[in-house]
């Protein structure tokens, strides 16, 4: 998360209009605060589930418009559900999916709807969650 809380607070300071998504109604303000601070322009979409394609679609199609297209993709992949220390190992199938779908739906989904809406080459950029949860 720190990654892309850095990334809207460049771009904003670019000149960029941020838009802030998270499946967390409730989540953290503060990048709308920072990037309002810094003179910059900061929307936030919550709840959304980008691991679910309509969702997903919405999001672009709301985004887009309200920034006259999209320059830059930038977010932040799923969560972890094990640990590569020997916890997986009892890992149930239903934890590994929901890994799988927030590591891979979501910048697929993001990065497939987000191009046909981008200006000039575009950009994306993916980081992914931690790798163990605590």
């Known amino acids: 998360m720190r990654e892309v809380r850095a990334a809207s607070l460049i771009l904003a300071r670019e000149g960029a209009k941020v838009v802030g998504y998270g499946i967390q109604a409730d989540a953290d303000n503060e990048p709308i605060g ?3 601070r810094d003179g910059g322009e900061m929307t936030r979409i ?3 589930d980008l691991t679910d394609p309509e969702q997903a679609r919405q999001v672009v199609e709301d985004a887009a418009p309200a ?3 999209l320059d830059v993709v930038c977010e932040q992949r799923g969560h972890a559900t094990f640990c590569f220390d020997g ?3 009892g890992l149930p199938a239903d934890d ?3 890994t799988m779908a927030g590591e891979l739906d979501v910048p697929f989904f993001a990065s497939k709807l987000a191009w046909p809406t981008r200006l000039g080459a575009g950009a994306a950029s993916s980081s992914t969650s931690r790798p163990c949860p605590a």
Do not use: H, K, M, Q
């Open 46 to 48: 919550a709840p959304v």
């Open 67 to 69: 920034c006259g297209g």
């Open 87 to 89: 916890r997986f190992l």
């Open 34 to 36: 920072l990037v309002g």
């Open 96 to 98: 590994w999916r929901v």
